[in-house]
């Protein structure tokens, strides 16, 4: 990893949910161990969770453990694009019966312009959204057209401050927020990445 780089981490994964975890057999069941790795399921679930007194809450937490100066929610046009979006737990439920969520987007209002780089399909474009993914199953779509191995948006800002980020799709909707932070920003999806790019040295 290049010296530098400022990586994000949030919550370290329950030690039971990994698979070559000795805790996934039960006859070593741990209760204080369990009661540790609860506590962390629910300090990760309070990042994500929009009911959290704003719903700036993973962004602001995030700041704060980088110390960064976040911006305020005045700062933003908040625009609802959908009151139509159900999420994958839905889709595997089963469950049919349930009122769908609003998706909002939080767009600057200094607006600046970004150059967003689909690295593996060698695509660019100069928008943070897809807006035709909203008429798709997937309008979490919306965010960076969906899922791709390696995305590289570049900004305005003249810092020179550069900040990679591995992460799942839940991060899709959080990167926006940090293009007022830095230069140049890299989202590294390994699930999703071709093969070649383990044992590449493409910068």
Do not use: W
């Not at 629910?42 to 704060?64: G, I, P, Q």
């Not at 960064?68 to 159900?86: G, H, M, R, S």
């Not at 699930?191 to 493409?202: D, F, G, M, T």
């Amino acid at each position: 990893m290049a010296a530098g780089i400022p990586v994000i981490g949030f919550i370290p994964m329950p030690d039971y949910l990994l698979v070559d975890s000795e805790n996934r057999v039960m006859d070593k069941f741990d209760a204080k161990l369990m009661y540790t790795q609860i506590v962390s399921l629910l300090n990760a679930a309070k990042l994500v969770d929009a009911r959290e007194t704003t719903k700036l809450v993973a962004y602001l937490e995030l700041c704060r453990q980088m110390g960064l100066t976040p911006q305020n929610e005045d700062e933003f046009n908040i625009k609802q694009v959908t009151d139509d979006f159900y999420g994958s737990l839905f889709s595997k439920s089963g469950f049919r019966h349930v009122q769908p969520d609003c998706m909002e987007l939080y767009l600057p209002k200094d607006q600046e312009k970004y150059t967003v780089t689909y690295v593996d399909e060698g695509k660019n474009t100069d928008s943070l959204y897809a807006m035709e993914q909203l008429q798709r199953k997937d309008k979490y779509a919306v965010f960076l057209n969906g899922n791709h191995g390696l995305i590289q948006i570049k900004t305005a800002l003249p810092n020179g401050e550069k900040l990679l980020v591995v992460k799942d799709s839940y991060a899709n909707s959080l990167i926006p927020f940090l293009l007022k932070h830095f230069s140049e920003n890299k989202c590294v999806r390994p699930s999703v990445l071709p093969r070649y790019a383990y044992n590449s040295r493409r910068d």
